[in-house]
């Protein structure tokens, strides 16, 4: 799935960025993804606990951006 989401995210000419380390402390842990649909513009950016979760998330949220 998440391959199928980079995929899908180059498609469209967005640029993202995926990231993995602590939060709060170092048995605290999660994923951040941001994505830019214009590098002109403000970026989304949206935490998970995996990679998938959070790519998933932050692609739902930049279509729903896109459209409004």
């Known amino acids: 799935i998440q391959g199928c989401l980079q995929e899908r995210i180059r498609a469209r000419g967005w640029w993202y960025q995926i990231c993995y380390g602590p939060h709060v402390g170092p048995d ?26 959070a790519l998933s998330r932050a692609y739902l949220a930049a279509i729903h951006g896109e459209k409004a």
């Not at 590098?39 to 935490?47: P, S």
């Open 28 to 53: 605290d842990r999660h994923c951040e993804v941001f994505i830019w649909a214009d590098l002109t513009k403000e970026y989304i950016n949206i935490k998970g606990d995996t990679e998938a979760e």
